[in-house]
């Protein structure tokens, strides 16, 4: 009010505005956490748990970052539960990410959690033939056996197999894995092992995948060696990978090479240099190591190989290096050259 010509504020009217000051501020307060909350749930990896419980993303984005940087988007319910994962390539949803559609979800109920795939429009899609995974939870609340709903109905994946069935230790990690086809045989897995063995680190990073006897030895699988020993950082990047056999000895994996080794991270996780060796930690013949480039959205955009001397060398499939070219996320294009940068066709 005015008195004498001056503007007195009661203590009354003060004690209000007080009030109201501090109903705003906590307004205010929340409205940044709901935003907050909105961006940390932006990430560049969206699941690196190796002992399959529950899903833990990694590299957080800040909302200029994901304008740029490919990313996920993820939902959680009201019980912190993971129920939508959603893969942007230039802020627009895309089937480019790891799990091969433009859309994750995950329904729960009290025996089982069901996986399914949705394009960009939110359809139902099926990936690699399936379109839902059905995990079927155990006594500790984790899943213990893994089956498919297929396009053909026959429930079985593009690999021959129709169950999985794993094992977990006191913490509920997953400590063995077993697949099965319809009539209950055992389908050996990408290894050759007729049954996975795992082990973790401090981080829950998986310290090795491989095939063990009865007593718990070592035994050689389908494709010649026990066991592919891992190191890996605590946001869930490779350091180093090798293929042991059942003696202890490098062995050569599939590609060729024993150990392979990634260096130079940039603040994404990603390798600028890999490097190749031989089943007697020499160098790696047909290529020593080779070196990587990234697009600003954090995708691959070359690859190429060089001799134990740095020099160019070619890839055994008949180039030097590769560029990619992509389209809504995926790659469109390879295109191929030789050390002098003169285009080449892979044979």
């Known amino acids: 009010m005015w008195k004498n010509g001056y503007c007195v504020t009661s203590r009354k009217t003060i004690k209000r505005g007080l009030q109201m000051m501090k109903f705003l501020f906590l307004l205010c307060a929340l409205l940044g956490t709901a935003v907050h909350a909105q961006q940390g749930n932006t990430y560049l990896k969206w699941n690196i748990d190796h002992t399959q419980r529950t899903p833990r993303p990694a590299y957080p984005l800040t909302t200029e970052q994901a304008a740029v940087i490919d990313h996920y988007s993820l939902v959680y319910d009201p019980q912190g539960r993971l129920t939508q994962v959603t893969f942007f390539h230039e802020g627009q949803p895309s089937p480019a990410g790891d799990f091969g559609a433009a859309i994750l979800t995950f329904a729960y109920?009290?025996?089982k959690t069901v996986e399914a795939y949705q394009d960009v429009g939110g359809e139902p899609v099926a990936?690699?033939?399936?379109l839902r995974k059905i995990y079927?939870?155990?006594?500790?609340?984790?899943w213990d056996r893994l089956t498919f709903e297929t396009e053909d109905g026959t429930d079985m994946t593009g690999d021959g197999y129709s169950e999985v069935h794993v094992t977990r230790d006191s913490e509920g990690r997953v400590v063995t894995e077993t697949r099965f086809d319809k009539n209950g045989n055992i389908v050996p897995e990408h290894n050759g092992f007729d049954r996975a063995s795992f082990a973790y680190d401090a981080n829950d990073m998986a310290l090795y995948r491989r095939f063990e006897n009865a007593d718990g030895t070592l035994k050689n699988g389908r494709l010649g060696y026990a066991g592919v020993f891992f190191e890996f950082?605590?946001?869930g990047n490779f350091?180093?990978?090798?293929?042991?056999?059942a003696s202890g000895n490098l062995a050569p994996?599939?590609?060729g090479f024993s150990r392979i080794e990634w260096r130079d991270f940039n603040s994404f996780g990603k390798p600028a240099r890999v490097n190749y060796f031989d089943a007697?930690?020499?160098?790696y013949a047909p290529y020593a190591f080779s070196t990587r480039t990234y697009t600003q959205a954090m995708q691959r955009d070359s690859v190429a190989y060089f001799d134990q001397h740095s020099l160019p060398t070619m890839h055994p499939a008949g180039f030097h290096r590769v560029e990619y070219h992509y389209g809504e996320g995926g790659i469109i294009e390879r295109k191929l050259f030789d050390a002098d940068g003169i285009p080449v066709t892979s044979r």
Not at 127 to 130: K, L, S, T, W
Not at 239 to 245: R, S
Not at 280 to 283: G, Q, V, Y
């Open 239 to 245: 350091l180093n990978e090798e293929a042991q056999d």
């Open 109 to 111: 109920a009290a025996d």
């Open 136 to 142: 079927h939870h155990g006594p500790l609340g984790f």
């Open 280 to 283: 007697e930690s020499r160098p």
């Open 127 to 130: 990936v690699n033939g399936v």
């Open 233 to 235: 950082d605590q946001y």
């Open 253 to 255: 994996m599939s590609a």
